[in-house]
């Protein structure tokens, strides 16, 4: 089944600590990003990736690391999270013609 | 001003009844999207225009380039098709092509 795969759904943690949030895909499609979704703010864009090795920021970047080493996975990375980047993430992924987008299941990340 | 705006933020139809949500951006664009977010949160990609008009079951999406509107409707309305429907607009300026901006959403309740 063609899928995007985030992982863990749900996430609870302190600030400062760590993390890293999966997205993998198995489309092979060139096109890869990342969104966080907030009550009146809506999705925003943070990072995407037009293909291997190749990123770039979105609207939202701080606080965010991204790596692209292989076209199936792009995870997310927060190296020292703070309580305002409690929300709800997603991945996306798309041929590079920016066709329908495919998007993982939601990552619901609370900071404490 | 936000650069999609979407119309209405809320809307409750009674079942069979023809929905209709409007999208209206401010930017050059290369494509819209209307997505679905069911109430568990997950989105799904229900139409990518560029031009024109398309239909998939009782789903239909209009775009008007030169006036910069879109339009989803939603023929025979069932409980089911609740959810949030949010319209993306890819931009077409150099640099930003590959950047989705959302509108904030359009809750539908269908009632039984």
């Known amino acids: 089944e063609a899928q995007v795969t985030q992982n863990p759904r749900y996430l609870i943690t302190v600030t400062g600590k760590k993390l890293t949030v999966t997205c993998s895909q198995n489309?092979?499609?060139?096109?890869m990003s990342w969104y966080r979704q907030d009550p009146g703010l809506g999705l925003r864009q943070i990072y995407y990736?037009?293909?291997?090795?190749?990123?770039d920021k979105g609207d939202v970047p701080e606080g965010y690391k991204v790596s692209r080493k292989e076209k199936r996975n792009f995870p997310l990375i927060l190296e020292s999270p703070s309580p305002n980047q409690t929300s709800l993430y997603f991945c996306?992924?798309?041929?590079?013609?920016?066709?329908?987008?495919?998007f993982g299941s939601g990552t619901r990340l609370t900071v404490v | 001003k936000n650069e999609v705006e979407q119309s209405p933020q809320n809307l409750t139809a009674q079942e069979g009844e023809f929905i209709t949500i409007n999208c209206s951006y401010s930017?050059?664009?290369?494509?819209l999207h209307w997505l679905q977010q069911h109430p568990g949160g997950g989105i799904v990609s229900l139409f990518m225009?560029?031009?024109g008009k398309k239909k998939h079951g009782r789903l239909i999406a209009t775009i008007n380039i030169q006036e910069k509107h879109s339009s989803l409707h939603i023929t025979a309305s069932h409980p089911r098709d609740s959810a949030v429907y949010i319209c993306?607009?890819?931009?077409?300026?150099?640099?930003?092509?590959?950047?989705?901006?959302f509108g904030s959403g359009t809750q539908l309740t269908v009632l039984p």
């Open positions: 993306a607009v890819r931009s077409s300026e150099k640099g930003s092509a590959r950047q989705l901006t």
């Open positions: 489309m092979n499609h060139e096109y």
């Open positions: 990736s037009m293909n291997v090795e190749a990123t």
């Open positions: 225009l560029s031009s």
């Open positions: 996306a992924s798309s041929y590079s013609g920016g066709y329908g987008y495919t």
């Open positions: 930017v050059g664009i290369s494509a």
